[in-house]
């Protein structure tokens, strides 16, 4: 649990859609800061998965919102992606599939579900500071950050990004089909009543369409680096 100075240390948010590049470069900058990191997508990605697991509706709110409250999730290794636990058990790659992110994205338009994991996100905020990654970071989890990123990228080019990353693994599926699930998850997560997809009115918005990730990167820390020492 965050202890009562929690207030005090200082947390980059990182928003956006899906394949905007915010995990890599979420991840990078925990790392290069040496803050702790807290991929929030994961959360509802595990939470969907474990519903699964047990045999619990996706459209169950009540009993999601209870199984939120009881699941035991750590992310073990600071700034390295795919490792997180599950009942001590890693299920980075079970998480990481697009049906999972499907699930994540319709737990997480229940309001009970949210509310369920809002405290279990906030208490990720400890010193020396924090990196959060996720949707609604900025706006609703960690209003007071010290400094707020939004990220995107054309549907097109989160697309084939996704086709890339899953063609690496040996999981390729069409890039019509890829490219049909972000529009429809662009449009559920950006119009739900609760939290919707949006970046802070203070945020720092980069278009990652046609930058690379180390570029990407630079102007991130930079950008931090001239909130936070002007």
């Not at 509706?57 to 599950?86: M, Q, R, T």
């Not at 400094?147 to 990228?153: G, M």
């Amino acid at each position: 649990m965050a202890g009562q100075g929690s207030m005090s240390v200082p947390v980059i948010t990182v928003d956006g859609p899906s394949g905007s590049g915010k995990g890599t470069i979420s991840h990078a900058v925990a790392k290069a800061l040496g803050f702790h990191f807290l991929d929030s997508g994961a959360l509802y990605r595990i939470l969907a998965y474990a519903a699964q697991q047990k045999g619990i509706a996706l459209d169950d709110e009540p009993a999601l919102a209870e199984l939120a409250g009881k699941l035991d999730i750590h992310f073990p290794a600071e700034g390295e992606n795919d490792v997180v636990l599950l009942d001590g058990v890693n299920v980075g790659n079970n998480i990481r599939t697009e049906a999972a992110g499907a699930g994540a994205s319709r737990v997480a338009a229940l309001p009970a579900v949210r509310e369920a994991l809002l405290q279990r996100q906030r208490d990720f905020r400890q010193s020396p500071g924090l990196v959060a990654d996720g949707r609604d970071m900025g706006t609703v989890v960690f209003p007071d950050a010290a400094v707020k990123f939004f990220l995107t990228a054309s549907a097109e080019e989160r697309a084939r990004r996704r086709f890339n990353q899953l063609k690496e693994k040996g999981k390729e599926s069409p890039y019509e089909e890829i490219l049909a699930d972000i529009q429809a998850r662009d449009e559920r997560d950006s119009s739900r009543a609760v939290a919707p997809l949006k970046p802070a009115q203070d945020a720092i918005q980069i278009d990652t369409t046609s930058l690379d990730i180390p570029t990407t990167i630079t102007r991130v820390l930079d950008a931090i680096k001239n909130r936070l020492n002007p």
